[in-house]
Each structure stands twice: as structure tokens, then as C-alpha cells.
């Protein structure tokens, strides 16, 4: 697949590490979802040179094309579908400037406390890839 062209990559880019500030934030709270004590390292977004989206786990180290695996299981990813859904928002955002919807960050089956929920949704909300749930 050809280089996109750098008008269209860049925002790509930009709204990528957008993602991966929001991925530090949920490795920082609660539960530590994207974050692995073993290998000291947070999962990540990265867009190739071609406009296609990466997602790379904090566990398994995998790579994982994000754009492909709707409705199977998806091959190094560590975490259940809850998070998988996220991962394609974050995804979606990155490709097309969608936001996400804050329904999806610290929903009640995360386990998280109240408080660390709300510490969490405040901190995420301050960023540009959420929108808040009206």
C-alpha cells in the first residue's frame, strides 16, 4: 500500500497521541487496564506510513491491525471485549476525528470504585478524543 499523503497522515498522528495519553491515563488508574507491571511498559497506537492503524500491546508486545478483526478473536490482544471496543473508538478516532463517547471509559464492569471511575472520567474529559454522554 502506498505512503498516504502527509496532509492526511499527520492528523492521524496527532490524533494517535491523543489516544496514547488516554491509554496513560487508564494505565494510571483503577485497575491499570493497558499497563503491565511484567514488562514495565503501556500498549500504544502508531500510524504507518501507509494511514493504517496499530495497536500494540502492553502484555503480548503484538501488533495489531485494527481495522480487520471485527467479529473474531483477535490474535495478542490481552485484554476481553469491553476493551477491544474501546480500542476500536480510539481507533475510529484516530482514522476519522470521531470521538469517543465517555460511555466507554470506566463503565461499572471495569471493577473500578466510584471514585476511581470519576477520577478517571474527570481526567479523560479533559482531553480531545471524548465527547461526554448527553
Known sequence: MPAL????LH???QRAEEANQLIVLIGQQGRQFFFSEGTRRYAFFEVAGNGRVWFNDEYSG???????CA?????GFTHGGTLWRLVERMANYIT??????MAYI???CWGYSPEAADALRAAASALPITRSTQ
Open 5 to 8: 499523503n502527509p496532509d492526511r
Open 11 to 13: 492528523p492521524r498522528r
Open 62 to 68: 503484538a501488533r495489531i491491525y485494527t481495522h480487520k
Open 71 to 75: 467479529g473474531s478473536r483477535i490474535r
Open 96 to 101: 476519522a476525528g470521531t470521538p469517543v463517547d
Open 106 to 108: 470506566a463503565p461499572k
